[in-house]
């Protein structure tokens, strides 16, 4: 694992497959300064690239998942092409994107930036205390890396607006029972749970889960028709893996599949 200011990160479970990153930046709560995200990302590249690791949790304080962009950097731009102009936004598609499960681990504040940063990821587990918020409104913006459309996707369309429109906050208990969040436990439990999960993730063939979060995620950008279109490609593709025709055989013969990723 590298050395950073803003993240601290280290290999957990028991096979050592999963990548824990957690945000560490307790003075600022988090907040997800231009530093911060180059860690994170930087963090990401390297649990991608590293064939050993099969899945991420992404986790932050018990007071703090992020509470959000950080005001003090942003108070300092001045304009419109202030901030177009720097890469303020740009590298946020990078959990998304990143090949491997990303699961949020959130405790405390997911505000702002940090709810939307918490929905990037693949899964959301929640303490019983955490608190998702989009405040925006109350900073005289709106919501900046998906806020207003991965909300919507997740909680529909009024319990959305209400938030985004007052910035009244929701507790994890509301966010399980919206849909936002798909488990919450105590908050000393939060990121063990989370690494059982992870672990869990990680023993199937890393190309295949590959695949399911690329199905999942291309329904957020296309038709139910062309949705389904690609998934039944991918489907048939998997018949062309080591791992399908081990993971079928292994069934067949009651044993243990040995995945290959390949
Ligand atoms: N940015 C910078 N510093 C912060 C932030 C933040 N978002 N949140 C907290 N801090 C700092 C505080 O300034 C304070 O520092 P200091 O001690 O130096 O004054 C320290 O963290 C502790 O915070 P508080 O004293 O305020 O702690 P409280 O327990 O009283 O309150 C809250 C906790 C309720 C979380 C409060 O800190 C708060 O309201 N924070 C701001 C929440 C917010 O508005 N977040 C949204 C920010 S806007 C945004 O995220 C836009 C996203 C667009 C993304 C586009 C990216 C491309």
Redesign the pocket.
């Known amino acids: 694992s590298g050395t950073y200011t803003n993240i601290k990160v280290e290999k957990v479970g028991e096979k050592k497959n999963v990548t824990l990153i957690q945000l560490n930046r307790p003075?600022?709560?988090n907040?997800?300064?231009d530093g911060l995200i180059k860690d994170l990302n930087h963090a990401l590249d390297e649990a991608e690239a590293d064939s050993t690791i099969g899945a991420v949790v992404l986790t932050g304080s018990e007071r703090?998942f992020a509470?959000?962009?950080?005001?003090?950097?942003?108070q300092a731009m001045e304009n419109f092409s202030a901030v177009y102009n720097s890469d303020?936004?740009l590298s946020?598609n990078r959990i998304t994107n990143c090949k491997k499960p990303v699961l949020a681990a959130v405790n405390g504040?997911a505000?702002?930036?940090?709810c939307?940063l918490a929905m990037m990821c693949d899964i959301i587990y929640a303490g019983e205390k955490a608190q998702f918020g989009q405040?925006?409104i109350?900073?005289g913006?709106i919501?900046?890396?998906g806020?207003t459309q991965r909300l919507t996707h997740a909680i529909g369309k009024s319990k959305a607006m209400e938030m985004i429109l007052t910035g009244n906050r929701m507790s994890a208990q509301e966010a399980e029972k919206a849909g936002l969040v798909s488990k919450v436990f105590p908050p000393d439990q939060l990121v063990s749970e989370a690494v059982k999960t992870a672990e869990k993730m990680a023993s199937f063939s890393k190309t295949i889960v590959t695949i399911c979060k690329e199905c999942v995620n291309a329904s957020y950008n296309m038709t139910l028709t062309e949705g389904l279109h690609l998934e039944k490609r991918f489907f048939h593709a998997t018949f062309s893996t080591h791992d399908r025709q081990e993971g079928m055989t292994a069934f067949v013969e009651k044993r243990a599949p040995d995945f290959k990723d390949c």
Do not use: Q, V, Y
């Open positions: 003075k600022a709560l907040a997800l300064c703090a509470a959000g962009a950080d005001i003090k950097e942003m303020f936004s946020w504040f505000l702002g930036g940090g939307e405040p925006e109350t900073l913006t919501p900046g890396a806020g």
